[in-house]
Every structure is written in structure tokens, then in C-alpha cells.
């Protein structure tokens, strides 16, 4: 049975993400993994005194993550698709990347938030970590389109 990893940030794509995820799984008969990785901000040695911190910020986007997850599998169940959830704590690529490969995945379906090459430069983008390394093809489901200003 092919598996489908779908890695979602709960961003404004997710839906979307959720949505053809499920549409791939039901057309090739196999299961979707909803997958979200909690990435720990990043804090320089300047700051060592918010360290403390961390780790409630950690815990409740930890938590909050669960319950999103948990709706979607709950939701999605109810339909009869075969899905699960799974949650981890870290560098987002390296985990997705390690998930599709523990799981086998058949397809990684993810989203893209637009930003502009240069963004993807300085800061980096999860998206295209992942399709540069993927052990798998990645459909990537663009941004919805921006509401035009009246």
C-alpha cells in the first residue's frame, strides 16, 4: 500500500495540502501520514536568560499541534480514508526528509508560501530542502491566491 506524507505547518496552504493529499491517497488506493514538525525558535548565546522559556514555547506549540492534527485525523476517518498522524520536534527538512524515508513514502505532498527567491536564499525554505533531497516525488501545492485590494 503506497503512503502519502503530508507535511503541514497549519499556514494559511494547509488546507489545500490536506486537500490534494487526500485526493492523491484515495486515487492511488493507499494511506496518508498528516505530518508536523514543531521547529524550536532559534536563539542565540545573547539570549541565554529567555533558554528558559523555550521550552514552555516548545510545549504549547507541541500541544496545539496535537489537537490540529487530531481534527484533521478525526475528520478525514469519517471518510473512510486511511490516515494517521505523526508529530516531531526539530529541523523541519531533516525530519520530513527522515519520515518519508522510515515510511516508505510513495509521494511527499507539501505546500509552498510564495516567498520570493531571494527570501528562499536568506532564510531558507522547507519546501525546496525537501525537493532537493526527497527520496520521493513532491507535489507542491502553491500559496492561495493573494485577495486583490478594492
Same mark, same amino acid.
Request: aromatic content about 4%.
Given at each position: 500500500?503506497?503512503?502519502?506524507? $503530508? ?8 488546507? $489545500?495540502?490536506?486537500?490534494? #493529499?487526500?485526493?492523491?491517497? *484515495?486515487?492511488?488506493?493507499?494511506r496518508l501520514v498528516l505530518l508536523h514538525v514543531v *521547529? %524550536?525558535?532559534?536563539?542565540?548565546? /545573547? ?6 522559556n523555550i521550552q514552555e514555547i516548545v510545549a504549547v506549540? /507541541? ?6 492534527? /487530531? ?14 498522524? #505523526? *508529530?516531531?520536534t526539530g529541523a523541519p527538512v531533516l525530519n520530513i ?7 516508505? #513514502? #510513495? ?9 520570493? $527567491?531571494?527570501?528562499?536564499?536568506? $532564510? ?17 501545492? %502553491? ?8
Amino acid at each position: 500500500m503506497k503512503t502519502i506524507l $503530508a507535511p503541514i505547518d497549519f499556514s494559511g496552504v494547509s488546507d $489545500a495540502v490536506v486537500k490534494y #493529499a487526500v485526493n492523491l491517497t *484515495q486515487a492511488v488506493g493507499g494511506r496518508l501520514v498528516l505530518l508536523h514538525v514543531v *521547529q %524550536p525558535p532559534i536563539i542565540t548565546s /545573547e539570549y541565554g536568560a529567555v533558554m528558559a522559556n523555550i521550552q514552555e514555547i516548545v510545549a504549547v506549540s /507541541e500541544k496545539t499541534a496535537r489537537k490540529q492534527l /487530531e481534527r484533521h485525523r478525526t475528520r478525514l476517518l469519517k471518510t473512510g480514508l486511511k490516515v494517521s498522524v #505523526a *508529530q516531531i520536534t526539530g529541523a523541519p527538512v531533516l525530519n520530513i526528509l527522515e519520515q518519508a524515508a522510515k515510511r516508505r #513514502a #510513495a509521494y511527499i505532498v507539501m505546500g509552498s508560501h510564495g516567498h520570493s $527567491a531571494l527570501y528562499d536564499l536568506l $532564510a531558507g525554505s522547507t519546501t525546496t530542502g525537501v525537493l532537493r533531497r526527497s527520496p520521493c516525488p513532491v507535489l507542491v501545492v %502553491p500559496p492561495p491566491p493573494k485577495k486583490k485590494s478594492k
